[in-house]
């Protein structure tokens, strides 16, 4: 018994076992659900906040709100079939952005709903959108972007897959597209910076 209790307090104390066996009960529950066929639309979960959620100042700290968008992503990526269309096609997704906007806090015991759509896509990456909203009247608390890289295949690949045609990008919205002219801004100033740009040429 003194062993197994042993084991426990080195994986607890080692991994973040709480994320992992939330994460492992998101896919199987999505995966029990119905299907969704529209791989844009937009898909909801619902939550409340809870203790372990909790800030200093007694409401939802700002890592939770990343670690909710991280497990409607892969209940919205499961029921769409975007999971098991990327593992086909031996593709990796990965964040390579996010930028998250805090409007108003979530409080102790809040019921809210995690929206999660995709807003467009270009030749490397989807761009999706999570919206946190309060139950109790409706307010968007929380807007978060994420471009999700595509490692080994592409978005365009992935869609037709998935759907049996071309499925065609919506117009990116002009907030969007700033926010896509940002990153890549960023990541030149970054190469500069690192001197990758010399060696390139």
Known sequence: MLWVL????VLFGCFDVWYFLRGAWVVIKSALQEPVRDVLAEQVIHSRVLSQDLDFMGHMNNARYLRECDMGRVAFYTRNGIFKASRVL????VVGASTIRYRRSLAFGEAFELRTHIVAWDEKSFYVEQRFISKS????SA???CRQNVLRSSPDKIL????KR???CPDIPEDLQQW????????????????LED???
């Open 160 to 163: 037709e897959f998935l759907c």
């Open 137 to 140: 009247d409706g307010f968007i």
């Open 143 to 145: 807007v978060m972007l």
């Open 90 to 93: 031996k593709a990796t997704m």
């Open 6 to 9: 042993s084991a426990l307090l």
């Open 180 to 195: 896509i002219k940002f990153i890549s801004a960023s990541s030149q100033a970054l190469r500069a910076e690192s001197g």
């Open 166 to 168: 071309k499925v065609e």
């Open 199 to 201: 060696k390139a040429k």
